[in-house]
């Protein structure tokens, strides 16, 4: 098991993807490296963890040999072929999104149901709900969104 944070600051011109939904849906634009994408971020980094596997910025670091704009669902497909070599399957995924805007409730499910689809699982093991944070902090102020995330793995074979 391994919990994950990532956030990410707005910059109003550039657009990224929140959840494997682009921003551009939601009304959210930030600047970014790869694609932004805070919900599959942590999920990928919380994979890596608790696989024993380091963390994303190792796997993908910042510099030539990573893509500029890379889509997460690269990053996911890689990191999820790669747990996989190491003996683990994903159990279950918990994430909480947090961000005062955009709304979130209307596209939850279909975060949820989108990241299983990423990683090869039942939607019943995924679950993605969304906090303002009590409107505190960056996230509170609209001037960011940030993700936690909390995988479990089983052992395999």
């Known amino acids: 098991m391994s919990l994950t ?33 805070v919900v599959l971020h942590a999920i990928a980094d919380a994979i890596l963890g608790a696989a024993g596997l380091g963390d994303l910025g190792r796997v993908f670091p910042a510099g030539p040999e990573t893509p500029a704009g890379i ?12 747990a996989a070599a190491a003996g683990f399957a994903i159990a279950s995924v918990d994430v909480t999104i947090v961000a005062a805007r955009p709304r979130l409730a209307d596209r939850l499910d279909d975060m949820g149901r989108r990241a299983a689809e990423l990683l090869a699982v039942e939607p019943s093991a995924v679950n993605v709900k969304a906090s303002t944070g009590n409107l505190a902090g960056m996230e509170g102020a609209g001037r ?11 052992v395999v074979g």
């Open 71 to 82: 889509a997460s669902s690269e990053l996911i497909d890689e990191v999820v072929r790669r």
């Open 144 to 154: 960011g969104i940030s993700a936690q995330a909390v995988v479990t793995l089983v």
């Open 5 to 37: 944070f990532d956030e990410i600051c707005i910059d109003a011109h550039d657009a990224s993807a929140l959840g494997a939904w682009w921003s551009t849906v939601l009304g959210w634009p930030w600047g970014i490296d790869a694609d932004g994408d």
